[in-house]
């Protein structure tokens, strides 16, 4: 605390004189996708990198957010709109904070993300996280498609619920054809065109 | 967004080329007690001072949250200690972020309090906003201690539901006895002691 205390952002008067420093503006980069498309592994990517140039950083990822905000909620259409709803108002918290918020979530629902794009405004950056199902399924990291097949889990998103793709995102990320380096870099020239130091 | 990016934190290289500024500390300011002890005033005189001097700052308000995080929970003990811990996650996240955040919630149980004091740490700042059961009753603001005498209400705290007053709250406001300038300087004095530009 010191150091940001005795260091004034004109590097003469201590801010302590001068209030706070000016907000650097916020974020929210939410990742949409099917389970298995690389949602996680490109929010980590994405997190490491930002963390590495200074930023403020959140992953709120779904399966995290349904511990702590949203217990109790099942994968109705209904609760997974209110999953999606808390999951946005929390985002919009943090960037209007000046945080990069990346949010990592299947929200197979278009209609609630543009619900969320709309309360969060110019920081809300859509990012299409896209593989076939065919792939996300042959992938199968966390055994769950297998699940569903079998019918051991009802209303999995691709296989008995429904995905809606994003009609016009800011980014989209082909993971089947592309590398997570690739991805990386469409995210960050995305931030780099909006002025954010990545 | 322009003036953040060109103003670098050593008035010499641009913040682009630098990355982000360093952070400043956040701090959770959590307002406890009675419904009608003071609490909303005090946290929107807070927020003004606050705001004022340039700092980011969240109001999360008991009743607010829970239209937006806590729908559906109730007022048993275990509804009232999810929605304690639900705030708590938010505000740890908007506080380790560099955000004032300050919250605004009867909270009447102290083992929840502190828990999440233990998870939030030091930018915890507990303020007892206190003033007699009495008092509150005859200020009713919001006609709900009529309303819970009358038994239309159950489990309202202070009549039928106990308020464990803090034991070593950071600041104690006696709302009943100084005024809301001086509940005000109290705050401000412990963020002043802790280096906050206030």
Chains 1, 2 share one sequence.
Do not use: H
Not at 10 to 24: D, N, V, Y
Not at 84 to 98: D, Y
Not at 146 to 172: H, M, S
Request: proline share 7%; net charge negative.
């Amino acid at each position: 605390m010191a150091d940001w205390i005795t260091a004034g952002a004109a590097g003469t008067e201590p801010i302590w004189e001068a209030g706070w420093p000016p907000l650097p503006p916020g974020a929210c980069l939410w990742l949409t996708g099917l389970s298995g498309a690389g949602k996680t592994t490109l929010a980590q990517a994405l997190m490491q990198r930002l963390r590495d140039r200074g930023a403020p950083v959140e992953v709120l990822d779904g399966d995290i957010i349904r511990q702590n905000l949203t217990k109790g909620l099942g994968f109705s259409k209904a609760d997974r709109d209110e999953n999606i709803r808390r999951i946005g108002f929390v985002a919009q918290l943090l960037a209007r904070n000046g945080a990069i918020v990346i949010v990592s979530a299947i929200s197979p629902y278009r209609e609630i993300r543009d619900e969320v794009r709309a309360k969060i405004g110019d920081p809300f950056i859509e990012i299409y996280v896209n593989a076939p199902l065919a792939t996300c399924e042959s992938r199968d990291v966390k055994g769950l498609y297998q699940k569903a097949r079998a019918g051991e889990i009802r209303g999995f998103t691709g296989i008995d619920d429904p995905y809606e793709a994003p009609l016009n995102p800011e980014v989209e990320c082909r993971t089947d054809q592309e590398t997570l380096e690739e991805s990386l870099e469409r995210v960050l020239g995305l931030l780099r065109s909006r002025g954010f130091p990545v």
